[in-house]
């Protein structure tokens, strides 16, 4: 239990890492994307 625990752990930790940056590239996408626009 106290594996499977701990990988649930560590996936979940990736996932929440891939996600945020993720968003980080978002949101510079869209400041280069409202920079041209401008």
Do not use: F, H, P
């Given at each position: 239990?106290?594996?499977?625990?701990?990988?649930?752990?560590?996936?979940?930790d990736?996932?929440?890492?891939?996600?945020?940056n993720l968003l980080?590239?978002?949101?510079l996408r869209?400041?280069?994307l409202?920079a041209c626009?401008e």
């Amino acid at each position: 239990m106290d594996k499977l625990t701990e990988g649930v752990k560590v996936l979940a930790d990736s996932i929440r890492l891939r996600l945020r940056n993720l968003l980080r590239l978002g949101e510079l996408r869209a400041r280069d994307l409202t920079a041209c626009l401008e």
